[in-house]
């Protein structure tokens, strides 16, 4: 996902104005395609299972059941139960609660992450691009430093030795993720710099950050914004990732990676446990990368000059 | 932590009749049903063919002095390499049987001498012949206070009569030298000239055992038989040790024909390798109680009232029924193998009524008004801390205890597992004892004694005057007496932690693995075993 | 001339980067909870021997001057020793009192050198069956991006992106190895042991190979040298292996450049998983272990193989195409 904001060149962003609003042209093209409307129809029924079932649901998704552990899905087996469509895990919990519950919080992580990534990133390449000089150099050195450490290395290392609760991981995640928009953003506002408009506005004596925050901003960051969907898959699987290694959220609050990484010893005998929220999850990323991948080609195709 | 060594307790055989029915039944299926899939790395494999290799779920900790540490892995290498003065098999038949070893014969002189007369002939791996002068370096220098792992009950005096007769001596620290009695099956005999010279103490094994260290190649640890082992060279002509801490990782390696013997396994692994008729189960109850240690040097479990709510709101049964085939009912502060066992009537169970009353006696009606309190277990080395470690954090919760459960990796848990000055971290730790001996003080005192309070820092006059006076006790059935009727039922009625249950070792092994013996505290006798 | 400028510009540049890279490992190392000495001497060490230690290592020193230190072994090619590991390569889990005079600790470049070449084979690997996955898929894919082979990368790269490594390597083991017995999953004791991890880790990279394939062939083949191509009556075959592939390889070669650090995030917990004696295993159980020297001395390796295998990129973007901007 890393290349889909290095693609995103300089001269493409801001060069070609397109009169209207963009993120609308953008939004729409994407939206006539087959992928995005895929996508965004498995996406809003996820979301809508994991916000309504849990509070409807009978059960509870942290309640332990030592009578009915182990449970297989529906129709396999014998034990199965009405009750519990995808089981129950190890210790009788309903495997289906814990996948929504799950989902909940790595959908949080997401785009609570991405956000973050966006406005530092975004903010501080603005700031770079807009200001230049040392501004300019001391951050773009810091954004290469930071970029050139790999950020699971950085994240495993800062979570592994601190307590990983759900802000000190979205901070983590996000504070290690913002480079690559800074590159983005920095490059789309010393585009911007140059124009006419910011020109003119400098004659009539708007002061930088009015230029920055009222003017430029907004032309820049929209198309930004819809390839940052994308990187909410990434972060999804970041955060199971980190869960899985033990340093996600920690338990009673279920997460996908916990749960696989806890099923790992139950996968013989019983694979659902880990299978379910790997093909949730792979699901949901599904829905969010066709979204993504769509809104990606919409921009470049207004963009390249459609 | 977990401290396990030598103990008293079956030591399980592996039978040869039961071995060759599996063999023979199993023969067709293997020989001929089963795709051979090492063709691409057969080679690497038939040249050590002939090792065994066992999967530990501990690492070694780089030091090899054995006073330094507490750790079972290391100890089950340690009975490879090292000798001791007597072996204790705790066959469930004869518990108290000890097996001379480097020691002939444990005399006692009067109620503060113990006389050990020494095998003669047996040299350590570097030659140097053992002598009464080994005994004395190892036990004086084990004894110090210093020593972190606190193995004996005080310091003692070793008096060398000839090379070989020495006399143990504890008439100068007050309490009675037939403490050694058992003792001396678990302490690992080291050369007196490696005590005089530390760095050659921690750089590298040098005992009498039938195993010699060869090398340690990342998390592996290679020994070879030693030739002038007092019993003759083991038939098995090199082991290696090697940590794998995922218990998936173990079963996965045993099933993939990577591994010949595997330990600390859980029900589910059980289950899908008894279906396998190429391996079989040894089950072994330990001398490993698991505990919930609560800090009881900081608020609130500095209260009793608190500590025994705790107790209270923990249904224990339903912590057996997480935990499978990996652990067994036991109701006191010490395993059932132990000496001086027994069913404590006053051991708090499960009651929501009192639990609740000792809440609202201590101010904290409904846990309204506690802190925080963090509860930590670890993960990849006991079976299934991190499941019942919900479970009871659920049930605490339940009661109203604002728990946070924390679960960690083994080093990180056990850098906060001890007590330090001003209380160890957070209120509450999961942690085993599995001391290596029959002797009851290796647990009880090591953790309840104001001397010692290793993981719940207590200090407490009554629970050390009742473990003084079991100690100092006359006679064998004198202190059994005061162990059952005082010190248990003391320490449960403290409850400066709850013991949960009595952990089950679970080895599994290759069928062609034939001979060899497993100590209830994990330790093995790979002396006479054979690996076809 | 120009060229050589530019090099010399670009090295330097990454020195700096470096530099900046330690400064902030090193940093957050020592602002974290947790006091390493506690580490170094083990749990149960008592506390006068925890500050006899500290101060004979220097831990109690200001950090700057902990840094100058550093980085003057740095220069020198020193990484510093490591927390956990002796020489002798076994580690602990903590907990115990180890002795300050216990043997003598593995340096943390040996412990790192030694890794390098396994997981190296284990990258390139997985390379050669990404792309053995990946080609094929993308070229077909770019070449009729409204076809069925359009459709197929496209919905290869949706699915594989998805995957969790870590749960397609469980399940991997649980089919091809314990069920099928095909290969051997745990451990490294040959070639066999680098396969499953590979494949593995070659769906992750797989899709955006073929993301790349396809976006760049579409849009040469719709350009007008192929045009020109085709007028002037080539073959087929020899307008795509010819020209597409030439021109595609500079996004391609970019990309692997840019990869190289979710790469690297993969190796980490593949090889966890697989237990394959590699640097992201080195990795896992050192930020477990919090062997802190181990950790720094793997995040500036890592940093330094990424400044300079995009640089390395950049050349040979420069020498496929001289008009890629240097």
């Known amino acids: 996902m890393v290349d889909t904001m290095a693609a995103i060149g300089p001269d493409e962003l801001g060069s070609k104005r397109v009169e209207g609003s963009i993120a609308r042209q953008i939004l729409g093209t994407a939206w006539r395609s087959t992928g995005f409307r895929i996508g965004f129809t498995v996406f809003v029924l996820l979301l809508l299972a994991s916000a309504i079932v849990p509070e409807i649901s009978p059960y509870e998704a942290t309640k332990m059941n030592m009578k009915a552990r182990f449970l297989p899905p529906l129709f396999l087996g014998e034990k199965w139960e009405w009750g519990h469509p995808l089981g129950t895990d190890q210790l009788g919990r309903d495997m289906l609660l814990r996948c929504l519950v799950g989902l909940r919080y790595s959908l949080f992580i997401g785009v609570t992450t991405v956000a973050l990534m966006f406005i530092v990133g975004c903010g501080l390449g603005l700031l770079s691009g807009f200001k230049g000089r040392w501004w300019d150099m001391a951050i773009m050195r810091l954004t290469d430093a930071q970029l050139s450490i790999p950020m699971i290395i950085l994240a495993i290392t800062i979570l592994g030795v601190s307590k990983p609760t759900v802000p000190t991981i979205i901070l983590v995640l996000g504070l290690s993720g913002w480079p690559l928009y800074a590159r983005v953003a920095r490059s789309a506002a010393v585009a911007e710099r140059g124009k006419e408009y910011v020109r003119g506005l400098r004659v009539v004596g708007a002061g930088d950050w009015r230029i920055l925050l009222l003017f430029a901003a907004p032309n820049i960051l929209p198309p930004i914004a819809f390839v940052a969907v994308l990187d909410i898959a990434r972060i999804m699987i970041f955060e199971a990732i980190l869960g899985f290694l033990g340093l996600g959220i920690q338990p009673p609050t279920p997460s996908f990676g916990t749960i696989i990484s806890d099923a790992r010893k139950y996968l013989i005998n019983a694979w659902w446990i880990a299978t379910s929220p790997g093909v949730f999850l792979a699901v949901a990323l599904t829905s969010i990368n066709l979204m993504g991948a769509a809104l990606e080609k919409a921009r470049n195709k207004i963009y390249g000059g459609a | ?532 | 001339m120009y060229f050589l400028e530019f090099l010399l510009k670009r090295i330097a540049q990454g020195f700096v980067i470096i530099f900046l890279t330690s400064l902030l490992i090193f940093t957050l190392l020592r602002v974290v909870p947790g006091d390493p000495v506690r580490l170094i001497v083990g749990g149960m060490a008592p506390d006068n021997v925890v500050e006899e230690v500290a101060t004979k290592m220097g831990l109690r020193d200001p950090i700057i001057v902990q840094y100058g230190r550093y980085m003057w072994g740095l220069l020198h090619g020193d990484l510093g020793q490591s927390y956990l590991r002796p020489k002798s390569g076994m580690i602990a889990t903590g907990g115990e009192y180890v002795d300050p005079s216990r043997a003598d600790m593995a340096s943390v470049g040996e412990l790192i050198l030694e890794r390098v070449p396994l997981t190296l084979q284990l990258a390139g690997v997985s390379l050669v069956f990404a792309c053995l996955i990946a080609f094929p898929i993308g070229i077909a894919g770019g070449l009729r991006p409204n076809g069925w082979p359009g459709v197929l990368a496209f919905a290869t790269q949706s699915l594989f992106v998805s995957i969790p490594n870590f749960w397609l390597a469980i399940i991997l083991i649980l089919l091809l190895s314990v069920q099928l017995g095909w290969l051997p999953a745990l451990g490294y004791r040959g070639f066999a042991y680098v396969i499953l991890p590979a494949i593995v880790l070659a769906v992750e990279i797989a899709p955006f190979l073929i993301r790349t394939l396809t976006v760049s062939l579409g849009e040469i083949m719709q350009s007008h040298f192929i045009d020109e191509a085709r007028v002037r009556g080539l073959p087929k075959r020899r307008i795509v292996y010819g020209h597409a592939l030439r021109n595609a390889a500079v996004p391609l070669a970019n990309l692997l450049g840019i990869q190289l650090s979710s790469l690297i995030g993969g190796v980490l917990v593949v090889e966890y998983i697989f237990d394959y004696p590699g640097l992201g295993h080195l990795t896992v159980n050192s930020v477990v272990g919090r062997d802190f020297p181990t950790i720094q001395g793997i995040a500036i390796t890592t940093s330094a193989v990424f400044v300079f295998v995009n640089i390395i990129v950049d050349l040979i973007s420069y020498s496929i195409d001289p008009r890629v901007e240097l």
């Open chain 2, 1 to 532: 932590m977990r401290e396990r060594s030598s103990c008293k307790g079956k030591w399980q055989m592996i039978s040869r009749r039961t071995l060759m029915q599996g063999t023979l039944a199993g023969a067709g299926a293997f020989g001929i049903g089963r795709l051979n899939p090492d063709f691409l790395f057969s080679s690497a494999c038939a040249q050590e063919a002939k090792t065994l290799r066992f999967l530990a779920a501990e690492a070694l900790t780089g030091n090899w002095d054995p006073t330094t540490h507490t750790n079972l892995g290391q100890l089950i290498a340690e009975g490879f390499m090292f000798g001791y003065l007597t072996r204790a098999p705790m066959r469930p038949e004869n518990p108290t049987e000890l097996i001379f070893e480097l020691a002939t014969s444990l005399e006692s002189i009067d109620d503060y001498t113990l006389e050990a007369k020494l095998r003669p002939g047996v040299k350590f791996h570097d030659g140097t012949p053992f002598t009464a002068a080994d005994v004395k370096a190892t036990y004086e220098y084990g004894c110090q206070p210093d020593r972190p792992a606190q193995w004996y009950p005080g310091q003692v005096k070793v008096e060398v009569i000839d090379d070989l007769t020495c006399h143990i001596k504890t008439g100068d620290f007050g309490y009675p030298a037939a403490l050694y009695y058992y003792l001396s099956s678990f302490l690992p005999i080291m050369s007196a000239k490696d005590v005089a010279n530390k760095a050659a103490l921690s750089a590298k094994p040098n005992g009498t055992g039938p195993f010699r260290f060869v090398q340690q190649k990342g998390d592996s640890t290679f020994m070879e038989a030693n030739p002038d082992f007092y019993l003759g060279k083991s038939p098995i002509p090199a082991v290696e040790y090697r940590y794998v801490g995922d218990t998936t990782t173990r079963t996965l390696a045993l099933l993939n024909g990577e591994a010949d013997i595997i330990e600390r396994l859980e029900q589910e692994q059980v289950d899908t390798i008894e279906k396998d008729d190429r391996f079989e189960i040894n089950r072994a109850v330990s001398v490993e109680n698991k505990y919930l240690f609560f800090r009881c040097s900081k608020p609130p479990f500095d209260d009793v009232r608190i500590r025994q709510a705790a107790c209270h709101a923990i249904d224990r049964s339903v912590i057996l029924d997480v935990l499978g085939v990996s652990g067994t009912y036991s109701k006191a502060h010490i395993s059932p193998v132990k000496f001086g066992y027994t069913e404590v009537d006053n051991y708090p169970e499960f009651d929501p009524e009192k639990c609740q009353a000792l809440l609202a006696e201590a101010g904290f009606p409904k846990g309204e008004g506690l802190p925080e309190l963090t509860y930590y277990v670890s993960v990849g080395f006991y079976p299934k801390t991190k499941e019942y470690g919900e479970v009871i954090t659920a049930m605490l919760q339940e009661q109203g205890f604002p728990v946070n459960l924390q679960v960690l990796e083994l080093a990180a848990w056990g850098n906060l597992l001890y007590d330090k000055p001003g209380g160890g971290e957070g209120n509450m730790i999961d942690c085993g004892w599995c001391t290596g001996s029959p002797e009851p003080d290796l647990v009880l005192r090591t953790h309840f004694h104001s001397s010692s309070k290793r993981i719940c820092g207590i200090v407490d006059p009554e629970i050390d005057a009742v473990l003084d006076k079991e100690r100092n006790a006359g006679t064998v059935n004198e202190r059994q007496d005061i162990l059952q009727k005082e010190t248990l039922p003391m320490i449960a009625q403290k409850a400066p932690a709850l013991a949960l249950f009595t952990s089950v070792f679970i080895h599994a092994y290759r069928k062609e693995l034939e001979g060899m013996y497993i100590y209830p505290n994990g330790m093995m006798d790979a002396n006479k075993a054979t690996l076809g």
